[in-house]
T-cell receptor, first 110, second 111 residues
Framework: GQNIDQPTEMTATEGAIVQINCTYQ??????LFWYQQHAGEAPTFLSY????GLEEKGRFSSFLSRSKGYSYLLLKELQMKDSASYLC???????????FGPGTRLSVLP | DSGVTQTPKHLITATGQRVTLRCSPR?????VYWYQQSLDQGLQFLIQ???????AKGNILERFSAQQFPDLHSELNLSSLELGDSALYFC??????????FGQGTRLTVV
C-alpha cells in the first residue's frame, strides 16, 4: 500500500521562507514530485527528486531522504502569488503511477 | 499550456445520467492518468493507461470506466451519476520516468 502525509495548512509572511514537509510509505519508489495547485486550477510541476539530496530551482528547492521516507519543499522570498496548495506525489516503480498526498494549503500574508 | 487537452471544461447533468469526459495527451506521451478532486480534497487516483492497456487502478467506482484508444486519447465514462460525483476530473499524461502534465480539468456538477 501507499501512504503519503503532509500538513493540512501553513501560514507564512511575504518575503519569508517556508518549509513544507512530506512523509511517505510506498511499496515501490521511482521519484518524488512536488506540484503547485491554485484553487480550481490544474496542478503544475515544481520539482522532482529521485536521489537523496537537495534540488534547487530558483526560489524553490526540494530535498529527499529515501531511507527516511521524507521530503520537503522549501520556498524562499515568499510572494502573495505563492498562496496555493502544494502537493507531494510519489511515483511507483512498477506501473509508473503517481500517488498524491492530501496537499498543504499555504497562505502568504502581507 | 501543458499540452494536455480535456473536454468539456464544464458539465452539468442530472442524477442517474451518464457522461463521457475526453482527454488528449501531450504528443508522444503513452501514459494517461485520471484523477478525481472533490471540493477542498486531494487528488484521488482513478485509473492509468499505458499505450492502450490498463496499467493501474485506484479507488474507481464500478459505475466508472475508462479506455485509451489507438490514437492515445482517453475517455472516462461516468454512469448512474450521484450528487457525490460532483468534482473536478483531471487527466494527466507523461512520458516514461518524468513528471506528469495535467489538463485543465472538467468540472462536473450533478444536480
Amino acid at each position: 500500500g501507499q501512504n503519503i502525509d503532509q500538513p493540512t495548512e501553513m501560514t507564512a509572511t511575504e518575503g519569508a521562507i517556508v518549509q513544507i514537509n512530506c512523509t511517505y510509505q510506498t511499496s515501490g519508489f521511482n521519484g518524488l514530485f512536488w506540484y503547485q495547485q491554485h484553487a480550481g486550477e490544474a496542478p503544475t510541476f515544481l520539482s522532482y527528486n529521485v536521489l537523496d539530496g537537495l534540488e534547487e530551482k530558483g526560489r524553490f528547492s526540494s530535498f529527499l531522504s529515501r531511507s527516511k521516507g521524507y521530503s520537503y519543499l522549501l520556498l524562499k522570498e515568499l510572494q502573495m502569488k505563492d498562496s496555493a496548495s502544494y502537493l507531494c506525489a510519489v511515483r511507483d516503480n512498477y506501473g509508473q503511477n503517481f500517488v498524491f498526498g492530501p496537499g498543504t494549503r499555504l497562505s502568504v500574508l502581507p | 499550456d501543458s499540452g494536455v487537452t480535456q473536454t468539456p471544461k464544464h458539465l452539468i447533468t442530472a442524477t442517474g445520467q451518464r457522461v463521457t469526459l475526453r482527454c488528449s495527451p501531450r504528443s508522444g506521451d503513452l501514459s494517461v492518468y485520471w484523477y478525481q478532486q472533490s471540493l477542498d480534497q486531494g487528488l484521488q487516483f482513478l485509473i492509468q493507461y499505458y499505450n492502450g492497456e490498463e496499467r493501474a487502478k485506484g479507488n474507481i467506482l464500478e459505475r466508472f470506466s475508462a479506455q485509451q484508444f489507438p490514437d492515445l486519447h482517453s475517455e472516462l465514462n461516468l454512469s448512474s451519476l450521484e450528487l457525490g460525483d460532483s468534482a473536478l476530473y483531471f487527466c494527466a499524461s507523461s512520458p516514461r520516468n518524468t513528471e506528469a502534465f495535467f489538463g485543465q480539468g472538467t468540472r462536473l456538477t450533478v444536480v
